[in-house]
């Protein structure tokens, strides 16, 4: 699944770590590929990537391919926002479930006609900041 790009002129307030394991997902993730990993031995998929699966504990595990588009369980708006995010507050984040039944909580782009709903349906995108890639998903018809 390609995802949109939104490229953005700033660095990542808080970079995320990138590990020998994660850093495939972080660059994958900044040409727009969004995967994550998935065990051979039980078939099931889980974010973010684990090297071992925490279901049966197998460490046959591969990288596959997530699905963008989702919907959003729950949201708030952040105006009071630590330190290295005051910058960038009031700011959105979220719990998203999914199509591939992943959960998962990121910052969310707003837009305009569309307001965050819960419910509403949203796809992931790519913000390309001048350091690196970060995930967020928005509303999305
Ligand atoms: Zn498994």
């Known amino acids: ?4 790009i939104l490229r953005l002129d700033a660095d990542r307030a808080y970079p995320p770590r990138e590990s020998e394991f ?7 993730l900044g040409q727009g590929r969004w995967r994550t990993t998935r065990c051979r031995a039980c078939e099931r998929q889980t974010f973010p990537p684990k090297p071992v699966c925490p279901h049966c504990w197998s460490a046959e595990v591969e990288w596959s391919d997530l699905g963008a588009r989702g919907t959003l ?4 708006r952040i105006h009071a926002a630590p330190a290295v995010f005051a910058p960038e507050a009031p700011y959105a984040c979220g719990i ?9 909580a990121c910052r969310l782009v707003e837009r305009e006609d569309m307001p965050l709903a819960v419910g509403q349906a949203v796809e992931v995108v790519v913000l390309q900041y001048r350091d690196g890639p970060l995930f967020a998903a928005r509303p999305c018809a």
């Open 96 to 104: 998203v479930d999914l199509e591939d039944g992943i959960r998962l």
């Open 22 to 28: 994660t850093k495939t997902f972080w660059s994958d």
């Open 73 to 76: 369980y729950s949201f708030t």
């Open 1 to 4: 699944m390609t995802l949109e």
